[in-house]
């Protein structure tokens, strides 16, 4: 329970019921995604889901995480992800959306998702090499440009690499760009196997 919670009962983002930030009737409406390839979005980017991920930036962080985290390992249960050796890395602090907090939710979603799972766990093989200023009001196409190099590996990389297959994550997918320029950095590495998890798309 952190401080917040003593003065602000926790309640849904969505419907505002007491109890917890997530409710189940509100994540009830919306809708799941799934796998296509080697990618899995759990759910859409909408409703209490969409509330909660935005929440992260701005407050209660930590339980909103772990409600998060419970949500998607409560989905990957029912998938063939379970039971696998995997090595969970996720995206380093997004520098186009920084939180204002410095909390990096996809560190602290996808550390609670790799212990439920049973997976590895490695937050410090992928760094972000360059600068982490937002680059406001710039277009779609300008900002893929800039992102490319911007992803490096630390030396103790082959030690891991290869040995298990990756499973990149990060809170939202949206134009993958983030994702597809990770995953172009491990594989100059000689990564084979790469999948991208995602809570929502
Ligand atoms: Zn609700």
């Given at each position: 329970m952190g401080i917040l919670d003593l003065f602000f009962p926790k309640a849904c983002l969505e419907c505002g019921k007491e109890g917890k930030y997530i409710c189940e009737s509100c994540l009830k409406k919306v809708r799941k995604v799934g796998f296509a390839k080697d990618k899995l979005s759990?759910?859409?980017?909408?409703?209490v889901i969409r509330k909660a991920i935005i929440a992260l930036k701005y407050k209660y962080t930590t339980e909103v995480a772990k409600e998060l985290a419970d949500i998607c390992v409560r989905n990957l249960?029912?998938?063939?992800?379970?039971?696998k050796n995997y090595l969970l890395i996720p995206i380093p602090l997004h520098w186009h959306k920084q939180n204002v907090r410095g909390f990096n939710q996809a560190e602290e979603i996808g550390k609670l998702v790799a212990r439920e799972m049973n997976w590895k766990y490695e937050p410090n093989l992928l760094i972000k090499k360059v600068s982490t200023k937002p680059q406001v009001g710039l277009k779609g196409s300008t900002r893929h440009e800039n992102l490319k190099g911007v992803f490096s590996l630390s030396s103790n990389y082959s030690l891991i690499t290869n040995r298990y297959p990756l499973i990149l994550f990060d809170d939202v997918l949206t134009t993958g760009s983030t994702l597809s320029e990770a995953s172009k950095t491990l594989r100059k590495a000689g990564v084979k196997r790469i999948f991208w998890l995602t809570i929502a798309k």
């Amino acid at each position: 329970m952190g401080i917040l919670d003593l003065f602000f009962p926790k309640a849904c983002l969505e419907c505002g019921k007491e109890g917890k930030y997530i409710c189940e009737s509100c994540l009830k409406k919306v809708r799941k995604v799934g796998f296509a390839k080697d990618k899995l979005s759990i759910f859409r980017y909408e409703g209490v889901i969409r509330k909660a991920i935005i929440a992260l930036k701005y407050k209660y962080t930590t339980e909103v995480a772990k409600e998060l985290a419970d949500i998607c390992v409560r989905n990957l249960k029912s998938t063939n992800l379970i039971n696998k050796n995997y090595l969970l890395i996720p995206i380093p602090l997004h520098w186009h959306k920084q939180n204002v907090r410095g909390f990096n939710q996809a560190e602290e979603i996808g550390k609670l998702v790799a212990r439920e799972m049973n997976w590895k766990y490695e937050p410090n093989l992928l760094i972000k090499k360059v600068s982490t200023k937002p680059q406001v009001g710039l277009k779609g196409s300008t900002r893929h440009e800039n992102l490319k190099g911007v992803f490096s590996l630390s030396s103790n990389y082959s030690l891991i690499t290869n040995r298990y297959p990756l499973i990149l994550f990060d809170d939202v997918l949206t134009t993958g760009s983030t994702l597809s320029e990770a995953s172009k950095t491990l594989r100059k590495a000689g990564v084979k196997r790469i999948f991208w998890l995602t809570i929502a798309k």
